[in-house]
């Protein structure tokens, strides 16, 4: 990890702001996004719809045929780039850079010997933890809202821009259709909020970073594979990745907001316990690095 | 470490505050306030005259009818070769609204308006008339088909969609309510927030398969909230639908005008004329294939049977249905816990909600 010098700086930040939460909130932001890392996966996500765009525009050249109904409209309309991209990060390049920071959070700290720092300057434990959930937080809202925006651009770059179509068969203007790219790109924000508080706690329980964010990738995994298999119908409604593609309500006319709110419902859920775990383990744990 | 052991205590109290949360709402749910008493005569009169034809909500269906998933055995295979087997993906709609759970959403503004959604997965198929016009939008193929209804019919052909919602299905039960049925009161029950009268009609017959039926009547309305189809020897409901939510508020006029969008496949569909039927009905050849079904028994052990029409050898051909089907003395018979459908040899289709030794019995009169 070659971030030495935006950890000193935001070790400096912090020094001089430590007094403030909000202060500690923005240096973290600051550290998070001055980072190497942080971007190329950000320009990853970028990438996806991208070559998603150019892909279909390079073969769609000559022939019409149907593909899966999304890619399929991406020709006719460019702003549904955005929402292809989405549709294809969620179910793993997603969570994977949320794993990243998230699984990153405490155990980065603890890697790189700077966690007994922070604690010993009067910053609480809590406050430590909430400010890492917040910033990973941050992270999935910018994560989703690169992968809508790069969309929407690349796809006004290369294909005809108009009115979209929504799923019942209704049309809305592109201002409608701009608001509506917003709330998805909200949707998967919330959609990350419990993986990002599992990959929290994860952080909490190791010194090695690579762990707690291939322990949290892997746990994402293993959730979607669960939810579809009908064996485990039961466990379907519990499972943090179950709600993941339900946007596709925000396409409708009118908006059901009824999976929104459930989604929302059951990150909170598994907010609420993870971050509790997180915090048992974390405030109870003998910080020796 | 046993003097930081407290700090786990909310790590252990958020489950179980989630777990009291979740509880809680079941129970909140069941203890609301119950309607006044009422007969069950009160109560068919209630629903019986029901004014409510304003109205959107929330729909859910599900359906337990022992039948398999046929959700992908024939409906995504239509790339190829759907010229030819347009028979064969109208059966598969068919079983798959049968067989799969969905969710619907309704809006009625009065008799001439209206619009269904069913809410798949990434699609969603929708079902509008607005006046003469009706509508079929699948957004999966982005097709649509428009009919315009006769200016003189007096009531529209229901889409197989709209039979889903509880008022039609329960509205087919309730007119079907003869001495054959015994009509009981149970507990009050809450549909979508509002309190209802439990409805259980029992059929007064040992032959049948359906054990009960139970319709919610909305107790200040009288609207059906819910249908729940039980069959013999099962606990859980063979068919449910209920709403999930429910508003009498006027649903915005602008769901009803619907244009398809740019690029959608667009048929257009006649339908048949009922007064002009007679006249050149004759004529068209489409008259010999709607022949009319025979009709034997009465309530709840009534046979409907349909002559030999079409080639037989289309239907015992069909994969889907020598799948789902089991070969019997006379014919290949068609077992859900709720309907048996008898396709004979002979190639008539005799379908009832009666065992399979009835329909043998019919077909051999």
């Known amino acids: ?289 | 470490m046993p003097r930081t052991w407290h700090r786990w205590i909310p790590a252990a109290a958020a489950p179980v505050a989630i777990g009291a949360v979740v509880l809680g709402g079941v129970f909140a749910t069941s203890a609301s306030a119950d309607p006044a008493d009422k007969t069950p005569q009160q109560v068919l009169e209630l629903a019986a005259s029901s004014t409510v034809d304003t109205f959107s909500g929330t729909i859910e269906q599900s359906s337990n009818l022992g039948l398999p998933d046929v959700s992908g055995l024939g409906g995504s295979s239509d790339s190829g070769s759907s010229s030819d087997s347009s028979d064969g993906s109208d059966l598969s709609s068919a079983l798959e609204l049968l067989t799969a759970s969905h969710t619907l959403r309704v809006y009625v503004d009065g008799p001439e308006q209206s619009r269904v959604q069913i809410l798949d997965d990434m699609a969603e198929r929708d079902a509008i008339r607005n006046g003469d016009d009706l509508w079929l939008y699948d957004s999966s193929d982005s097709t649509a088909v428009h009919s315009t209804l006769p200016a003189d019919a007096s009531t529209a052909p229901d889409a197989s969609a709209e039979s889903l919602t509880p008022a039609e299905l329960a509205t087919r039960f309730l007119d079907a309510v003869d001495p054959s049925t015994d009509v009981t009161i149970g507990d009050p029950v809450t549909v979508a927030g509002r309190s209802a009268y439990d409805l259980i009609l029992t059929p007064d017959s040992s032959t049948t398969l359906v054990s009960s039926v139970e319709i919610a009547v909305d107790a200040d309305t009288g609207l059906p909230l819910s249908v729940d189809v039980f069959a013999q020897g099962t606990s859980d409901p063979a068919f449910h639908v209920a709403f999930t939510s429910l508003s009498l508020d006027t649903p915005s006029a602008d769901l009803f005008d619907f244009t398809p969008p740019a690029g959608t496949d667009v048929t257009e569909k006649a339908l048949p004329n009922r007064d002009d039927a007679p006249a050149e009905g004759s004529a068209t050849p489409d008259a010999g294939t709607h022949p009319e079904p025979i009709v034997t028994g009465t309530g709840w052990d009534t046979i409907v049977e349909l002559p030999a029409s079409t080639d037989p050898s289309s239907l015992t051909d069909s994969p889907m249905l020598s799948q789902l089907t089991t070969s019997v003395d006379g014919g290949h018979v068609l077992q859900t816990t709720l309907l048996t459908v008898l396709i004979t040899d002979d190639g008539r289709v005799l379908a009832g909600a009666v065992p399979v030794e009835s329909l043998q019995a019919a077909a051999g009169k």
């Open chain 1, 1 to 289: 990890m070659s971030s030495s010098d935006p950890r000193a700086s935001g070790l400096n930040a912090r020094r001089t702001t430590r007094s403030l939460g909000a202060g500690f909130f923005a240096s973290e932001l600051a550290v998070l996004f001055r980072r190497r890392r942080t971007w190329a996966m950000l320009l990853a996500l970028a990438a996806v719809p991208i070559l998603i765009a150019v892909a279909v525009r390079i073969s769609s050249s000559g022939s019409s045929g149907r593909g899966p109904a999304f890619i399929d409209s991406i020709t006719q309309n460019g702003l549904f780039v955005g929402i292809a991209g989405l549709t294809i990060a969620i179910p793993l390049f997603l969570p994977l850079t949320v794993g990243v920071v998230a699984g990153d959070s405490i155990a980065g700290e603890a890697n790189t010997a700077t966690l007994r720092y922070l604690l010993v300057s009067p910053v609480g434990r809590i406050r430590l933890l909430v400010v890492k959930y917040l910033a990973a937080v941050v992270f999935c809202l910018a994560a989703a809202l690169t992968l809508s925006i790069a969309g929407i651009l690349i796809g006004i770059a290369l294909f005809p821009v108009g009115p979209v179509t929504l799923l019942s068969g209704d049309t809305v203007g592109i201002g409608d259709s701009l608001v509506r790219s917003l709330l998805i790109a909200l949707y998967a924000t919330v959609s990350l909020l419990g993986l990002s508080a599992v990959g929290l706690f994860i952080s909490t329980l190791t010194d090695a970073p690579v762990g707690a964010m291939a322990a949290t990738v892997v746990l994402s995994i293993v959730a979607q594979v669960l939810d579809s298999l009908s064996q485990t119908e039961w466990l379907h409604p519990w499972l943090f990745s179950h709600y993941w593609l339900g946007f596709a309500d925000l396409l409708r006319q009118p908006i059901e907001w009824s999976s929104f709110g459930q989604n929302a419902l059951l990150q909170l859920g598994y907010v609420v316990v993870f971050g509790a775990l997180a915090y048992g383990r974390f405030s109870s744990k003998d910080i020796l690095s």
